[in-house]
């Protein structure tokens, strides 16, 4: 009887732990939206990000998708990549601007040259 007790006990504390876990970070809502990129990426095809509020995304060039999940933390953007990249975007203006580092180094700001600047698109009427 004491070995279910300790069974649910130990899967309860696991639930919590994961919940507590879940629930840190900082807030998406200030992020989320569409953004486009200012210039064309390699000369070519302007770049789109969705961040969507339940922390998923979408980065779309040349009619072509790749989906992502995406947190806030330290004040930056960070984009997870399914293939384990990470890129790191730098909010100005409130969030209405994102500066991306594309270099995929570790780095406070975005270098010049390496860098992909993306403006919130307005939605609606």
């Known amino acids: 009887m004491k070995i279910n007790f300790l069974k649910l006990g130990t899967i309860l504390g696991l639930i919590i732990f994961g919940l507590v876990l879940w629930g840190c970070g900082e807030s998406r809502s ?5 953004y486009r990129s200012v210039e064309t990426f390699a000369g070519k095809n302007y770049v789109e990000l969705d961040l969507k509020e339940d922390g998923k995304g979408t980065w779309t060039v040349a009619g072509k ?6 947190v806030v933390n330290d004040g930056k953007v960070w984009i997870y990549t ?4 990470i890129l790191i975007a730098t ?4 969030g209405k601007v994102l500066s991306l580092d594309m270099t995929g180094d570790w780095h406070p700001g975005c270098p010049p040259n390496a860098c992909t600047t993306f403006k919130r698109v307005q939605t609606g009427g």
């Open 30 to 34: 200030p992020f989320a939206g569409t």
């Open 65 to 70: 998708s790749t989906d992502f999940t995406w």
């Open 82 to 85: 399914k293939s384990g990249a």
């Open 91 to 94: 909010p100005t203006e409130g």
